[in-house]
């Protein structure tokens, strides 16, 4: 069964690599939101890209889900001696990423090609695709005026208040051809528990129209997100967080829908088909049993 799955960082991340468990390599595309890239200390950093590529490499720091096991802080901290930025952590090992990243793309290399050898190197055999080669940058306007995604996100730990975002260049920005492809010949495509206002609406975005069945999984158990802002921001936005509101903001595109035995009394209210079961995951088995649960219910379909 071919799936595409589109994925934000951590809890994007988690499903994909149990889909990875489960499926051939060659039968799981992964595009990933860009919205949240940035650049800092001179360097193009791309978040939710390298959680992705970190998790299903193996690489991932198990304890956070973001940045590197094994890691040292050498490098940020001695910026700090110097008076520099420190609160974008950047481990030692992440930095290499980075830094030749950052050096591949002055080069002229699209983001996607540099993605391509880097999961080559991690020994990552799913197709992994940033969602354009185009810059995209998520801007979260709140109470305190317009702020770049990872200003509001880690700078300012989420505390402002939300009224709206906007995703500067996606009109311009166009999946690439190979997560185009893959989009075209998938059984169905897997919208992961992320967050749906700023990891898969940038997809989306970019996507546009998508002609496959698709199935989301619910970032939202029980009215609470498992981290993050996105129960925060459906209520700053005058909307109640809960698996139904996910359902609703994706309702344009859903085929069926995924979510928690907790959740169970909304699954009614849902117009699509549901599939109710445990949605946590944590643990490599738990991502491997969504994984499998969520492959049986598009066979269902
Ligand atoms: P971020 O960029 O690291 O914030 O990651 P994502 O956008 O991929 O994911 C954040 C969302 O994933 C949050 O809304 C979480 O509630 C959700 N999430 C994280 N872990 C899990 C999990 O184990 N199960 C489910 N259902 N959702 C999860």
């Known amino acids: 069964m071919k799936i595409v799955a589109l994925a934000g960082g951590v809890g994007g991340a988690k499903l994909a690599h149990g ?4 499926l051939p390599p060659e039968d799981l595309t992964v595009i990933v939101n860009t919205g949240d890239d940035f650049e800092h200390l001179g360097l193009t950093i791309c978040p939710d890209l390298d ?3 970190y998790t299903l490499g193996g690489l991932a720091n198990p304890e956070t889900g973001w940045g590197r096991v094994n890691e040292s802080w050498n490098t940020i901290g001695n910026i700090e001696k110097l008076g520099g930025p420190g609160w974008f952590r950047l481990g030692d090992q992440d930095l290499a990423t980075h830094l030749e990243r950052t050096r591949r793309l002055k ?8 993605t391509r050898d880097f999961c080559n190197a ?3 055999k799913q197709m992994v695709y940033p969602m354009s080669d185009s810059r995209v940058r998520t801007m979260v306007d709140t109470d305190e005026g317009e702020l770049a995604f990872q200003e509001y996100f880690v700078h300012r730990h989420c505390e402002p208040r939300v009224k709206g975002f906007r995703f500067d260049g996606v009109e311009a920005a166009r999946p690439v051809t190979g997560a185009r492809e893959a989009l075209e010949s998938a059984d169905a495509v897997v919208i992961c528990p992320s967050n749906p206002w700023v990891s898969v609406d940038p997809i989306l975005k970019v996507i546009q129209k998508i002609n496959r069945p698709v199935v989301a999984v619910s970032p939202i158990i029980g009215g609470k997100t498992v981290k993050g802002p996105a129960a925060k921001m459906y209520t700053e ?5 809960s698996a139904l509101a996910v359902a609703r903001h994706y309702r344009s595109f859903l085929s069926g829908f995924v979510l928690d035995n907790v959740d169970s009394d909304l699954s009614a209210k849902i117009e699509a088909r549901t599939l109710v079961t445990h949605t946590l995951m944590n643990s490599n088995a738990d991502r491997a049993r969504l994984a499998m649960d969520v492959l049986h219910f598009i066979g269902s379909l």
């Open 122 to 124: 991690w020994g990552i």
């Open 51 to 53: 959680t992705v590529c």
């Open 237 to 241: 936005l005058g909307i109640e967080p």
């Open 107 to 114: 080069e002229g290399q699209s983001l996607s090609e540099i």
């Open 19 to 22: 889909l990875a468990q489960n």
